[in-house]
């Protein structure tokens, strides 16, 4: 005795909202740009592509790497909201950058904004005039803007 049954399946597919960083081994490199930003704003949510993403206007205060336009926009992968065509939310696991905050960040070209290489592990904050390196390229863990710079200027 043998039945059929019939089974309809839909499949769902939602924008990514955790994204696991790789640091790539050589990353100034493999950056298309590494520049000193500033955050001016920020899109509080936009349609789902293929992950969450905030998007920054940003302005541009020096660049070690590359040549970006003085204000650009950053896509900050993981963070922010979107809403699928069916109108449901999907919110990233980051927070989102907010307006006058600055970074150091490596960064790759899309097509209409700029990406962050390796997330936040190539993102380096910026208060007061100094950079929280988290001992990258050795240098300790609080050094100015210049001396940063510099360092990324000689391992070009």
Request: glycine share 10%; charged share 20%; hydrophobic share 40%.
């Amino acid at each position: 005795d043998r039945r059929v049954a019939r089974l309809n399946v839909t499949l769902a597919v939602a924008p990514i909202a955790t994204i696991l960083w790789i640091v790539p081994p050589k990353p100034v490199q493999e950056a298309d740009a590494i520049a000193h930003i500033r955050i001016l704003g920020t899109t509080a949510s936009a349609p789902c592509s293929y992950a969450v993403s905030a998007f920054h206007d940003v302005e541009v205060l020096a660049s070690v790497k590359g040549s970006p336009e003085a204000r650009t926009v950053l896509a900050q992968e993981g963070a922010g909201v979107c809403v699928d065509t069916d109108g449901k939310r999907y919110e990233g696991t980051e927070e989102p950058y907010r307006a006058g905050d600055e970074y150091i960040v490596f960064l790759r070209r899309g097509e209409t904004s700029f990406g962050r290489l390796a997330g936040p592990s190539l993102t380096f904050a910026v208060a007061g005039g100094r950079v929280g390196t988290r001992g990258f390229a050795g240098l300790p863990a609080d050094v100015t803007v210049a001396t940063f710079l510099d360092t990324l200027k000689k391992l070009r």
